[in-house]
């Protein structure tokens, strides 16, 4: 019809009506990934003077992206239609409920929360000889109830709601289904699973009448949502209600990752939780299988890495373990009792045993800690600078890490037999920021003498990778550093970014950490400093190369720490794709003259377009630099995953400031022990146990502050082997009274530019 159409006329308002009415089937359908080029089309298609027209095809768009999770955008495309559907009372009336449902979802709940009872008190007296008109808003009323904590006046909403369908439209009419899904969780948070069941097998079977049993968003709701209520139940077919649930999830998943945008598949990783369930259902064979098929399946489609070939099983990600070591893949998961909110746990992988379910402590806890943790290295850093006044806090960072280890490492630990000595590490949310090398045993031991290596992996997949790593001695090496940086043409306005950037602290260590280098690195690497590194000079670097090295300033604009309450729309805050970067040598004089492709300010997407492919390892060092932002069962989005994305098999970041004085000296030291044993995950562990000393041991926290942060991600298999038998130089063992005096300036020069950079971006945003 559309192609007969089409040859009629490109312009035809019936073409139109064929191309909306096509996308609103094909939505309903579940086929999302068709439904936004047939709407394009159709509203490019549409004459400026078609105002309802106009407004009815944005409504569909908002309606998409509300379905995908880019409620932002939905509200942008609901209001716009708004402002076009006056003219029609029921099309205006539709439009306002829809955007009222993404400002819940988006977390505006009082705007939100007014328009939905507005609007359903307008649809009574609007529709009151017609009510099955009414049917939307009324169930849009019982799911602000239900978000409200207010289950009964749901319950009434959706009885109502379904007493008129029932009526008038008949007990199989595929309308229903949505009104039955709401009364099930409606009543399960009332506690009463069994009717909570009957109403959502209802739902399920009209689904599937009217769908099949194919991927469907509204299918994977019902489903999930039949899985927690045999969960509550405690039903004998739980699992295999989970199960259900589980692959359906997965094949949405599948879909967006073959198929949608980036924002697209992070919105959905935020609203559609795929591991919650196996985790709660316990079955660890389950939960290692499900952590396997999601977890970072985004990057891995930004690297090329999708195939024919089935995703990897726990016993593959077994088989790939060298003996001696294991496997820990943690997540983040909501529990059965909401107030408790989120929780962590892990599954444990080792050559020869059946994986390991072990519940670790909440994010509560692990924000806490965190949230401390840095109140202590910011006083820290404070005193080195001689700040006698600055108030100390309550918990040493002893205690913290103790704290840290007691939650979130020694459960996995108890488990691990004495023989493993090495670990790869798949971190979820808020893990991420966890200094691994630094966590203190019971005996004050930090974990980095107790284990040969911890690295870090986005997820058990990277283990079974068999490409062949490139020798560090077998190419060129290119070392970028930065000492100083030049002063702006003019002065800029007083607190914006650009005030911030002209105003970097000066790094004359990164000369000294090149010139170490320049003694290790292979004949024919490229050292470039100062005037020399520029954004397009990273674009045209050599694609041999073998290592890359920055010493640099790096920033971070982002939350401290993630929140557990609201999901994040990446459409809404788009800025969290480039809350970090590197500050090349113009970075400093950053102002909105200069193109954005050459303001020597290189974010993650500018990065990932990098030709790194023939890189085995990037090293950052530069304050903050593993700071990002972190999405549940994705990683972390920052510039150690955008190194990765351009193609690096490793990558070397830290997770606060680094002293400019101290880190020449543990790069070197650090880079022997890679060239000697080419076990590069290894040789940054062994260097932060050569320099991190005992709990007791005097200088413990100033140490912590200056080598606790590095930490390696790699894309490949874990590798073995013994401590790597390197005397390491005089020069390089640390003195703890003379370094204490040098990094005065550095740490809390770093440290105020941190502080600094995010009031700038809190007055920008104003």
């Known amino acids: 019809m559309i192609k007969a159409r089409e040859e009629q006329s490109s312009n035809s308002l019936s073409l139109?009506?064929?191309?909306?009415?096509?996308?609103?089937?094909?939505?309903?359908?579940?086929?999302?990934?068709?439904?936004?080029?047939?709407?394009?089309?159709?509203?490019?298609?549409?004459?400026?003077?078609?105002?309802?027209?106009?407004?009815?095809i944005l409504s569909h768009r908002?309606?998409?992206?509300?379905?995908?999770?880019?409620?932002?955008?939905?509200?942008?495309?609901?209001?716009?239609?708004?402002?076009?559907?006056?003219?029609?009372?029921?099309?205006?009336?539709?439009?306002?409920?829809?955007?009222?449902?993404?400002?819940?979802?988006?977390?505006?709940?009082?705007?939100?929360?007014?328009?939905?009872?507005?609007?359903?008190?307008?649809?009574?007296?609007?529709?009151?000889?017609?009510?099955?008109?009414?049917?939307?808003?009324?169930?849009?009323?019982?799911t602000l109830a239900l978000s409200q904590g207010d289950p009964e006046e749901g319950k009434a909403a959706f009885s109502e709601a379904l007493e008129i369908a029932t009526t008038r439209l008949g007990p199989e009419h595929p309308a229903l289904i949505t009104h039955f899904n709401n009364l099930g969780t409606a009543e399960q948070m009332l506690g009463d699973y069994p009717a909570a069941d009957e109403a959502l097998q209802r739902a399920l079977r009209l689904q599937r009448q009217l769908h099949g049993d194919g991927a469907h968003l509204r299918t994977a709701e019902i489903l999930r949502n039949l899985a927690r209520n045999a969960l509550l139940m405690e039903s004998n077919d739980s699992r295999e209600r989970v199960d259900?649930?589980?692959?359906?999830?997965?094949?949405?998943?599948?879909?967006?990752?073959?198929?949608?945008?980036?924002?697209?598949?992070?919105?959905?990783?935020?609203?559609?939780?795929?591991?919650?369930?196996?985790?709660?259902?316990g079955d660890a064979i389950a939960i290692a299988n499900v952590l396997l098929a999601s977890k970072g399946r985004l990057l891995d489609s930004m690297l090329g890495g999708l195939s024919q070939e089935p995703l990897p099983d726990w016993t593959q990600i077994q088989n790939a373990l060298p003996p001696n070591s294991a496997f820990i893949d943690a997540c983040r998961f909501q529990p059965l009792d909401s107030e408790l909110g989120p929780q962590y746990g892990a599954i444990l992988v080792t050559p020869t045993d059946l994986p390991q379910w072990i519940p670790l402590g909440s994010e509560s806890q692990l924000l806490d800690w965190l949230s401390v943790m840095r109140e202590r290295l910011v006083w820290q850093s404070a005193v080195i600078a001689g700040d006698q006044e600055a108030k100390a806090p309550a918990l040493t960072l002893q205690i913290i890490l103790k704290g840290l280890e007691n939650e979130f490492w020694?459960?996995?630990?108890?488990?691990?037999?004495?023989?493993?000595?090495?670990?790869?590490?798949?971190?979820?949310?808020?893990?991420?920021?966890?200094?691994?090398?630094?966590?203190?045993?019971?005996?004050?031991?930090?974990?980095?003498?107790?284990?040969?290596?911890?690295?870090?992996?986005?997820?058990g997949r990277d283990l079974t990778r068999t490409s062949v790593l490139k020798r560090m001695d077998s190419a060129p090496w290119t070392v970028l550093t930065i000492s100083d940086f030049p002063s702006p043409e003019s002065p800029p306005e007083p607190h914006t970014l650009q005030a911030i950037l002209s105003d970097l602290e000066p790094m004359p260590g990164t000369s000294r950490e090149a010139d170490s280098l320049r003694r290790l690195a292979p004949k024919d690497s490229l050292f470039l400093q100062g005037r020399e590194v520029t954004e397009e000079?990273?674009?045209?670097?050599?694609?041999?190369?073998?290592?890359?090295?920055?010493?640099?300033?790096?920033?971070?604009?982002?939350?401290d720490a993630p929140s557990s309450s609201t999901a994040l729309d990446f459409d809404e805050s788009a800025e969290l794709l480039r809350s970090s970067g590197l500050v090349l040598y113009r970075g400093a004089r950053w102002d909105l003259q200069l193109p954005e492709t050459g303001d020597d300010l290189l974010f993650p997407e500018e990065i990932a377009e990098l030709d790194l492919k023939g890189t085995r390892l990037v090293t950052l060092s530069s304050c903050d630099s593993g700071a990002g932002t972190p999405v549940n069962g994705e990683g972390l989005l920052g510039l150690q995953r955008a190194f990765i994305q351009a193609g690096a098999s490793e990558v070397a970041v830290a997770l606060w400031p680094v002293s400019d004085q101290s880190?020449?000296?543990?790069?070197?030291?650090?880079?022997?022990?890679?060239?000697?044993?080419?076990?590069?995950?290894?040789?940054?562990?062994?260097?932060?146990?050569?320099?991190?000393?005992?709990?007791?041991?005097?200088?413990?926290?100033?140490?912590?502050?200056?080598?606790?942060?590095?930490?390696?991600?790699?894309t490949g298999p874990l590798q073995g082997g013994d401590k790597i038998d390197l005397e390491p130089l005089k020069s390089h063992r640390?003195?703890?009274?003379?370094?204490?005096?040098?990094?005065?300036?550095?740490?809390?020069?770093r440290w105020l530019t941190k502080r600094l950079l995010r009031h700038a971006r809190k007055d920008i945003k104003k």
């Open 16 to 56: 139109i009506d064929s191309l909306d009415h096509l996308a609103l089937n094909l939505l309903q359908q579940g086929r999302y990934t068709e439904v936004g080029a047939l709407l394009d089309q159709a509203l490019d298609a549409t004459p400026a003077d078609q105002f309802v027209r106009r407004a009815r």
């Open 62 to 142: 908002g309606r998409l992206r509300h379905t995908l999770g880019s409620h932002a955008k939905a509200i942008e495309d609901f209001s716009a239609a708004q402002e076009l559907g006056r003219e029609d009372p029921e099309l205006s009336l539709s439009i306002r409920s829809q955007r009222a449902l993404s400002l819940l979802r988006l977390g505006h709940s009082v705007e939100g929360e007014a328009e939905t009872r507005a609007v359903a008190d307008k649809a009574r007296e609007l529709f009151h000889s017609d009510p099955i008109k009414a049917l939307p808003y009324i169930n849009n009323q019982g």
């Open 244 to 281: 259900a649930a589980t692959r359906s999830g997965l094949e949405l998943l599948e879909e967006l990752v073959l198929h949608g945008s980036e924002r697209d598949r992070l919105n959905f990783l935020e609203r559609f939780d795929l591991v919650s369930l196996p985790c709660i259902e």
């Open 410 to 459: 020694e459960p996995v630990a108890r488990l691990l037999s004495p023989e493993v000595d090495h670990v790869a590490f798949s971190p979820d949310g808020a893990l991420h920021f966890l200094p691994l090398a630094a966590l203190l045993d019971s005996e004050g031991k930090p974990l980095c003498h107790r284990l040969h290596q911890v690295t870090r992996v986005a997820s």
């Open 537 to 559: 000079r990273m674009a045209s670097l050599p694609d041999t190369n073998s290592v890359l090295h920055l010493g640099c300033h790096a920033f971070y604009t982002g939350p």
């Open 663 to 714: 880190t020449p000296a543990f790069m070197e030291r650090f880079y022997q022990l890679a060239l000697h044993s080419e076990r590069i995950g290894q040789a940054l562990w062994q260097t932060q146990s050569e320099y991190l000393p005992k709990a007791t041991d005097a200088g413990f926290e100033a140490s912590v502050l200056r080598y606790a942060p590095f930490n390696l991600s790699q």
């Open 734 to 749: 640390p003195t703890w009274p003379f370094l204490v005096l040098v990094i005065v300036a550095a740490v809390a020069a």
